[in-house]
T-cell receptor, first 113, second 113 residues
Framework: DAGITQSPRHKVTETGTPVTLRCHQT?????MYWYRQDPGHGLRLIHY???????DKGEVSDGYSVSRSKTEDFLLTLESATSSQTSVYFC????????????FGSGTRLTVV | AQSVTQLDSQVPVFEEAPVELRCNYS??????LFWYVQYPNQGLQLLLK??????LVKGINGFEAEFNKSQTSFHLRKPSVHISDTAEYFC???????????FGTGTRLTIIP
């Protein structure tokens, strides 16, 4: 959707295993974000990036790490997955040259069993 | 820090009736405001946004919203809803100079035939 893709779209993993989700953009936007969506909570920010190798924590960052070695890729890693991390994860990109505008990926549904 | 409140978690409306989905925000500085829609099993789609200028903002699918600074509100309205409007609606806010988008918990709109 508008040059942003997430992979995988669905994943089932076991408790305690590491998991990496990928967000790829073709828009050359500076800002990238990872959100998780849970019923009753809306979308909550996990981590975001404001440039290559520049990242910062959001409101629910515990248990997650991120990396951005290239402008186009923003990786979210669950070092040791837990059942509480079962969620739908959305990546977003932002271009701010003409005022903020956010585009979201299609989401990754992660189930930790 | 900014926050967003969507007081109504669910709103049932008869087809062709008007609807208003409420959104209030909390911020001590100026903000940008957004409404997103999420259809079942899909990602987020931008309905409309307020950046500056006219306080009445028109979006896609016949929706509009009004920014009220004194009441810190950004309510979403549609004069006549259709079955196809069944979805979850999220209000979101960004404060000036901060690129992080903060979401409300969402309102599920159900259209009754």
């Amino acid at each position: 959707d508008a040059g942003i893709t997430q992979s995988p779209r669905h994943k089932v993993t076991e408790t305690g295993t590491p998991v990496t989700l990928r967000c790829h953009q073709t828009e050359n936007h500076r800002y990238m974000y990872w959100y998780r969506q849970d019923p009753g909570h809306g979308l909550r920010l996990i981590h975001y990036s404001y440039g290559v190798k520049d990242t910062d924590k959001g409101e629910v960052s515990d248990g997650y790490s991120v990396s951005r070695s290239k402008t186009e890729d923003f990786l979210l890693t669950l070092e040791s997955a837990t059942s509480s991390q079962t969620s739908v994860y959305f990546c977003a990109i932002s271009e701010t040259d003409r005022g903020p505008g956010y585009t979201f990926g299609s989401g990754t549904r992660l189930t930790v069993v | 820090a900014q926050s967003v409140t969507q007081l109504d978690s669910q709103v049932p409306v008869f087809e062709e009736a008007p609807v208003e989905l409420r959104c209030n925000y909390s911020s001590s500085v100026s903000v940008y405001l957004f409404w997103y829609v999420q259809y079942p099993n899909q990602g987020l789609q931008l309905l409309l946004k307020y950046l500056s200028g006219s306080t009445l903002v028109k979006g896609i699918n016949g929706f509009e919203a009004e920014f009220n600074k004194s009441q810190t509100s950004f309510h979403l309205r549609k004069p006549s809803v259709h079955i196809s409007d069944t979805a979850e609606y999220f209000c979101a806010v960004v404060i000036f100079g901060n690129e992080k988008l903060t979401f409300g918990t969402g309102t599920r709109l159900t259209i009754i035939p």
